[in-house]
């Protein structure tokens, strides 16, 4: 017996031509270099994101080319997003904050043959233009400055082109639509391909009620940059249920962010904890210091991850109204693998403890935790091991990267390299990177909570824990910590505090170093590679 069904490929394009033609009312709102704001409606977008593929068709476009962007986040941005693999080509977003050797060696191995780019980024192009030779380059004219004639006009390309009469090419729903570059914090960077499926299945997983829980009727706010897997795929979430969209720009600073908030009051937000972390301190001291100059939009949701999510930061913004729901997972995993969603039917403390940690498995995804011993760990919340994971918006490899032992086990498995444990309710919670968990006499000590307890301490802003290598012990903990102004702690106290927050003797950390803030990754992240150079010993 065979199924009934169509054999209909999932397919990008049907999401936009979902929101041209349901919502073309509906509106997308950009921040703009000058900080004014830029409104297109859904109509808009649909037409400029097909004159988009057209205008690629018409410079010489063929299946599977990839694009790459270097972008803020913007509407033009997420015309990419679609334009792009609606042409047939395959999105590849920059990470803008990267050293131009870096950027130039990432779009060299991708084999990128456009460049899409703000014009406020062509200092950054240049520093890296001579390392990889795209074949065009088309600017965006974001601030509205004349582009220069040695390039291409994105806006002129748009005007010419033919939106009403282009027609999507024929794909397969396995074809590429878009790739994303690890971090390769362990040797170079390595190419991550997604699909027209993978990202279809992803971005309705996405919108489940338990996880982004994205209507219609939402405004979303990502701040996460839409090169960091790409917005976490919130951006095609948003254009398949028609959600209003406010993105931000350039502008990040907590202020810009305060400010756009108070103009465009969004019901869901997106991005890594530091970036909230500034933000609810810039906004507390605001309340004192000059209060009624900005409100957080009460019952606004913010999807948080990237990294471990402290208990103490989802407390200080619930006491304003706002949850932040935790989401765990990698550029390899589309990213969202699991997702802590709010407890309803449980205590105050239940509820933070829970919120706190990555939370349950999305569906679709397999997740089990292996032990060095290559056993499943019991799901009993304290048995810890490597977190892998399976799926149809999983990696099964890298682009061009032969597949490793290191990466893939023998069955098909993704490594995570993230250690966690899972407890009997399916919640898992993240204890650290492999490479960052302190190994003390045989015993394994985690960085992540020990920094999620001194982070609840009053005096203390920031606090990064690395491992020091010790001849007894082997490795031992050394705490970085950044006060908050005017603010103290001795290392008693901090021991103190720690001791009250359950850990035993031998976990506290040997030494306490005092520091201005925590060095940031390019995608915002605590760097502790940057603590450890600093603090070999
Ligand atoms: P990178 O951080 O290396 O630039 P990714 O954005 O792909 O690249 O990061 C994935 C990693 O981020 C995960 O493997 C994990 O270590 C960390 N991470 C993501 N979400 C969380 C979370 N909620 N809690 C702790 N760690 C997280």
Same mark, same amino acid.
């Given at each position: 017996?065979?199924?009934?069904?169509?054999?209909?490929?999932?397919?990008?394009?049907?999401?936009?031509?979902? #929101?041209?033609?349901?919502?073309?009312?509906?509106?997308? %709102?950009?921040?703009?270099?000058?900080?004014?704001?830029?409104?297109?409606?859904?109509?808009?977008?649909?037409?400029?994101?097909?004159?988009?593929?057209?205008?690629?068709?018409? $410079?010489?476009?063929?299946?599977?080319?990839?694009?790459?962007?270097?972008?803020?986040?913007?509407?033009?941005?997420?015309?990419?997003?679609?334009?792009?693999?609606? #042409?047939?080509?395959?999105?590849?977003?920059?990470?803008?904050?990267?050293?131009?050797?870096?950027?130039?060696?990432?779009?060299?191995?991708? =084999?990128?043959?456009?460049?899409?780019?703000?014009?406020?980024?062509?200092?950054?192009?240049?520093?890296?233009?001579?390392?990889?030779?795209? !074949?065009?380059?088309?600017?965006?004219? @974001?601030?509205?400055?004349?582009?220069?004639?040695? @390039?291409?006009?994105?806006?002129?390309?748009? #005007?010419?082109?033919?939106?009403?009469?282009?027609?999507?090419?024929?794909?397969?729903?396995?074809?590429?639509?878009?790739?994303?570059?690890?971090?390769?914090?362990?040797?170079?960077?390595?190419?991550?391909?997604?699909?027209?499926?993978?990202?279809?299945?992803?971005? $309705?997983?996405?919108?489940?009620? !338990?996880?982004?829980?994205?209507? +219609?009727?939402?405004?979303? $706010?990502?701040?996460?940059?839409?090169?960091?897997?790409?917005?976490?795929?919130?951006?095609?979430?948003?254009?398949?249920?028609?959600?209003?969209?406010?993105?931000?720009?350039?502008? $990040?600073?907590?202020?810009?962010?305060?400010?756009?908030?108070?103009?465009?009051?969004? +019901?869901?937000?997106?991005g890594v904890p530091t970036i909230w972390l500034g933000l609810i301190q810039r906004f507390e001291?605001?309340?004192?210091?000059?209060?009624?100059?900005? =409100?957080?939009?009460?019952?606004?949701?913010s999807m948080v991850g990237g990294a471990a999510v402290p208990e103490s930061l989802i407390r200080a913004f619930d006491r304003h109204?706002v949850w932040l729901q935790q989401g765990w997972?990698?550029?390899?995993?589309?990213?969202? #693998?699991?997702?802590s969603?709010k407890?309803?039917?449980?205590?105050e403390a239940e509820r933070f403890r829970r919120a706190a940690m990555a939370g349950?498995? %999305?569906?679709?995804?397999?997740?089990?935790?292996?032990?060095?011993?290559?056993?499943?760990?019991?799901?009993?919340?304290?048995?810890?091991?490597?977190?892998?994971?399976?799926? /149809? @918006?999983?990696?099964?490899?890298?682009?061009?990267?032969?597949?490793?032992?290191?990466?893939? +086990?023998?069955?098909?498995?993704?490594?995570?390299?993230d %250690?966690a444990?899972?407890?009997? =309710?399916?919640f898992v919670r993240i204890t650290d990177r492999?490479?960052d968990?302190?190994?003390?006499?045989?015993?394994?000590i985690s960085s992540v909570d020990l920094e999620n307890a001194l982070m609840a301490h009053p005096a203390i802003v920031e606090a990064a824990v690395i491992?020091?290598?010790?001849?007894?012990?082997?490795?031992?903990p050394?705490a970085c910590v950044a006060m908050k102004?005017?603010q103290?702690a +001795?290392?008693?106290?901090l021991?103190?505090h720690l001791?009250k927050h359950g850990f035993?003797?031998? =976990?506290?950390p040997?030494?306490?170093?005092?520091?201005?803030a925590v /060095?940031r990754?390019?995608?915002g992240k605590f760097w502790k590679?940057?603590?450890?150079?600093?603090?070999?010993?």
């Amino acid at each position: 017996m065979h199924a009934t069904m169509m054999n209909v490929p999932l397919s990008l394009n049907h999401l936009l031509d979902r #929101a041209g033609h349901l919502f073309p009312e509906n509106k997308v %709102v950009s921040r703009l270099p000058d900080k004014t704001l830029r409104t297109h409606t859904y109509a808009q977008i649909h037409r400029r994101t097909r004159a988009l593929a057209s205008a690629l068709q018409k $410079l010489g476009i063929r299946k599977g080319d990839r694009v790459a962007t270097l972008s803020w986040n913007h509407h033009a941005h997420l015309e990419c997003y679609f334009g792009i693999p609606a #042409a047939g080509g395959v999105m590849h977003t920059l990470n803008l904050r990267l050293s131009p050797d870096e950027i130039g060696w990432i779009a060299g191995d991708a =084999q990128d043959r456009f460049l899409i780019v703000d014009d406020v980024l062509l200092p950054l192009y240049k520093q890296f233009a001579h390392l990889h030779k795209f !074949e065009r380059v088309i600017v965006f004219p @974001f601030s509205g400055a004349p582009v220069a004639a040695e @390039f291409d006009n994105y806006e002129t390309k748009l #005007a010419g082109a033919a939106p009403d009469t282009f027609t999507y090419p024929a794909h397969d729903e396995n074809d590429p639509v878009a790739m994303c570059y690890t971090s390769g914090t362990t040797g170079r960077p390595k190419g991550v391909v997604y699909s027209h499926r993978s990202t279809v299945l992803h971005t $309705l997983v996405g919108c489940l009620a !338990e996880n982004w829980g994205l209507r +219609t009727s939402d405004v979303l $706010l990502p701040v996460t940059p839409m090169f960091h897997a790409n917005c976490w795929g919130l951006p095609y979430g948003a254009v398949m249920m028609g959600a209003k969209l406010v993105f931000p720009g350039p502008h $990040l600073h907590p202020d810009d962010l305060l400010d756009l908030i108070k103009a465009e009051p969004p +019901t869901l937000s997106v991005g890594v904890p530091t970036i909230w972390l500034g933000l609810i301190q810039r906004f507390e001291r605001a309340l004192t210091e000059e209060p009624g100059r900005w =409100q957080l939009p009460n019952g606004m949701r913010s999807m948080v991850g990237g990294a471990a999510v402290p208990e103490s930061l989802i407390r200080a913004f619930d006491r304003h109204g706002v949850w932040l729901q935790q989401g765990w997972g990698m550029t390899e995993t589309s990213p969202l #693998a699991t997702v802590s969603s709010k407890v309803e039917n449980a205590g105050e403390a239940e509820r933070f403890r829970r919120a706190a940690m990555a939370g349950m498995p %999305v569906p679709l995804v397999d997740v089990r935790i292996r032990t060095e011993d290559g056993s499943d760990a019991p799901h009993d919340g304290t048995s810890m091991g490597e977190i892998q994971v399976r799926g /149809p @918006f999983i990696t099964g490899s890298y682009h061009e990267v032969p597949v490793a032992a290191d990466k893939f +086990t023998a069955d098909g498995w993704l490594r995570t390299g993230d %250690v966690a444990t899972m407890d009997p =309710q399916g919640f898992v919670r993240i204890t650290d990177r492999t490479k960052d968990l302190i190994k003390s006499g045989g015993e394994w000590i985690s960085s992540v909570d020990l920094e999620n307890a001194l982070m609840a301490h009053p005096a203390i802003v920031e606090a990064a824990v690395i491992a020091i290598p010790n001849e007894k012990w082997s490795e031992r903990p050394l705490a970085c910590v950044a006060m908050k102004p005017g603010q103290n702690a +001795t290392p008693a106290e901090l021991g103190a505090h720690l001791l009250k927050h359950g850990f035993a003797k031998w =976990q506290l950390p040997d030494r306490y170093e005092v520091i201005d803030a925590v /060095p940031r990754t390019s995608t915002g992240k605590f760097w502790k590679l940057k603590l450890r150079e600093r603090f070999p010993r």
